[in-house]
């Protein structure tokens, strides 16, 4: 048995309390400022709102007043806000966690400087640590393909928890691992990290085909557009891959659950893919994001601002070549210059042998 | 312009046809014996009855007694059969086709020897073909991620033709390529036509999820199986990759159309994903062949049957290992042994570092 504490109460965390939970662990939701209505929920009837799912009995909701409570003296602690929150939280766990305790980041996403030299968010949390409880605490993190919705109701899932030392992911691994949440441990941190945050990137491509098919008003036809998703697709997995190289990662990496099976599973729905579907529509992004999705988070947009942004910069220093990266050179002349969807086909696929 | 003729008048041939003809070539479709009905229909109405669209105008149909006339002057013949009909083909093209006319393999499959030793389809042509016949023409064959339909009605499709030699390659893609039929070449042959051929095998299990949900009552649910079957495409890509490995061909190719976009595309729908929805149900996999999906063409199980039977061999030889492909080998074991659903999520992911 270990106690367990998240900070930030989302989906993905609170769904991270139902194997933690059943394992019989200690396992304590700290809300964030913005989590008042969620940890007051879950006080007062167990429901975590947004997931529309009761927690296991046991698991118990704090409000941030009380995060030292909850955070000092558990085992493992989850650095679970989204990627807009993630400055914030390393403000807060450096002043928070103790030597000895293994925090595991489920936030998604990079951070990049002014010369484009990108960084995973485990780095950028720990950049706010003293040194020297950085050294003490240990570094890891969760990814692959995951809906926080179908781990909470026991849909089979697999991850990989990625950190520094093998040890302690399997540690921490064996605290959630149950029959229906599956998890394996890597030390290539970085590029399931890379992984992770880059298929956020082509999953609100994946949502250009529906978009289209509306606009023309196809999209209760016979045949659809699954050619054009699938070759997206394709190139976004080439891109994903060169990503992790880039970073210094294992290129294997993005074959598994944290590459290919977590873009898939992003594609397949939700909130970017959606974004990206008026845009096919022929919406201009900056209306789609000032109006049809005003105060929506979205990471995957959030990730192209970044990772797109960096790609000049990169280039301009010789790092990476001019015809490298396409897709997401594209996806961000759609999403910072409002660029309309004509999809640069020719610059796809282009190191074929 | 140029002389295109199709051996088998299925859909993908078909659909070919709408490129090929709108770029000024003369093409015609020959029937197989199980292609009468559907030539009938196109020579009187234009109507390919299964497409359910009307060809393009100068598209001209023959039965199967007219194929030497139509093939004769042909500058690129295609190959359209389904894998079933690989062999007949064969002996057909042997004795129709003739020196520098170029063969494009439409027809996605394998074939295996007793002691496992696999062959891509253009291998298996070309062994019926005289050999002096065979060194006279060119091998070629089209990968990518396309649904015959959506071809024909001018959705953007992203393809690769593989083949010996890029100049043939190029000089047949220029023939089909349009401002929606985006066509690439390579000369990693064995890779890509190994990447199609797997690529069905994972399709089958694409459907299991759906079928899972279905027994369970929740496919209505708010929270579906994408983790599931994120897990399972992520697994299949892992082996893809290495199949492509074995093959020797170019590991690279994986990533791209060939590989993953196709495979992307074909967990979209279709009947291979249907028979794998029967088996998540319970089924056992010899009643839906006989009763449920009786007398319908399922390309991926044929896949499975031939690659997944290959697997012994190639492990009791050590040409892999016993933990190599554990998807393969799983789904071989449902398909030929009525095997029931229980994934082997533990011997999934084994390589990771």
Known sequence: MAVIAALGSGIMATALSFPTSE???DVRLVG?????EIIDSIQR??????LGLKVNDGVRAYQLEDAAEAIADADVVMCGVNSFGLEWAGE????????????LCVTKGM???EDGTMHILPDVLRSYFDPQLAEQVSWNAVVGPSIAGEVAVHHDTCVVFCGQDKQDLEYIADLFRTDYYHVWTSTDFVGHETGAATKNVYAFAAGFAQGL???????????????????????????????????????????????VGDMFVTSMGGRNVKAGGFVGEGIPFSQ???ERMKGVTLEGVAAIKVIGKALGPL?????????????CRFLYSVVAEDAPLEMPWDRFFRDLK
Not at 45 to 50: A, N, R, S
């Open 315 to 327: 280039t301009e220093r010789g790092v990476i070549g001019a015809d490298e990266y396409p897709l």
């Open 213 to 259: 098919l509306r606009k023309a008003g196809k999209q209760d036809d016979r045949y659809v557009m699954y050619n054009y998703g699938a070759a997206v697709f394709a190139q976004g997995q080439k891109e994903l891959r060169s990503f992790i190289k880039l970073m210094g990662g294992e290129p294997e990496t993005g074959d598994g659950l944290g590459g």
């Open 111 to 113: 951070r990049a400087d």
């Open 45 to 50: 009837t167990g429901v975590h709102p947004d």
């Open 23 to 25: 394992n019989g662990n």
């Open 92 to 103: 807060q766990l450096a002043g928070l966690m103790r030597p000895g305790q293994k925090l």
């Open 32 to 36: 964030t400022f913005l989590d008042r």
């Open 288 to 290: 789609v994001q000032e």
